[in-house]
């Protein structure tokens, strides 16, 4: 069955990357057309059937603000564990790989997805059931970062996270009472990232699978962050200690 994405930034991003792009609903006004100049030109060029259709028709497609704009595209194709490893060998790079862990807000999946791909993540795992999959939503929350970025789903979180030991990752988990703080565990190196589910934090095999856990300092009345900010924050600070590193 096919995917549906709308928005102007994720479909840009969807006819820029190799996305099997089926058809293109453009709203039939002036405006919209000259907006969407470029999107139009990359439709064309690529042979992709573009529809002018009334207001109407994209309210019915998508399910958000579609901006104008609205594309029909294969669905989506997974990577694998191994796809994530080669991407991580193809850049002579450490692998860096963050794990979500029963995420089941597909903002949050969209917006850590978003700042993976930003931050030179090698890729992205996620559990196959309670949890988000890569929907339009995440096309369009995410920017379209989804077209760059390995996604691979697992049927066992636990198990996935001790065969990437076994290939020389360290696992570390985002806790509220882990003993240190972010910026005091040392983070280079093969590394994964586990971000726990909105509310509920790790979940127990999880927690047991990582090697070691560390929290984000809180400062103010409110004790804990949106999981795409916390995910966020830690990222960028495994980019910064990489950094400094080299």
């Not at 240190?180 to 790790?202: K, S």
Request: with cysteine; net charge positive.
């Amino acid at each position: 069955m096919s995917d549906i994405v709308y928005g102007r930034h994720p479909v840009r991003e969807l006819l820029r990357s190799e996305a099997e792009v089926e058809t293109l609903w453009v709203l039939d006004t002036p405006k919209t057309r000259t907006h969407l100049r470029d999107l139009l030109a990359l439709a064309e060029q690529r042979g992709i059937p573009v529809r002018f259709v009334p207001r109407q028709r994209l309210d019915k497609l998508a399910q958000g603000n579609h901006q104008g704009v609205v594309a029909r595209v294969a669905p989506f194709r997974y990577a694998t564990v191994e796809d994530i490893l080669a991407r991580a060998a193809e850049r002579h790079e450490p692998p860096f790989v963050v794990l979500l862990d029963h995420l089941e807000d597909v903002h949050n999946v969209g917006a850590i997805i978003r700042t993976a791909e930003a931050a030179g993540v090698h890729g992205i795992l996620l559990p196959e059931r309670r949890a988000a999959g890569i929907t339009s939503t995440v096309y369009k929350t995410s920017a379209g970062a989804v077209q760059y970025l390995p996604i691979a789903r697992v049927g066992n979180l636990y198990d996935a996270m001790q065969a990437l030991k076994e290939a020389g990752l360290w696992w570390v988990g985002l806790d509220m009472d882990a003993p240190q703080t972010h910026t005091e565990a040392v983070l280079t190196g093969p590394l994964g990232v586990v971000i726990g589910a909105e509310g509920r934090g790790l979940s127990r095999r999880v927690r047991e699978a990582c090697d070691f856990l560390v929290r984000i300092p809180m400062r103010g009345r409110i004790q804990s962050l949106n999981a795409s900010v916390a995910a966020g924050i830690v990222i960028y600070e495994v980019v910064r200690q990489r950094l400094a590193a080299t």
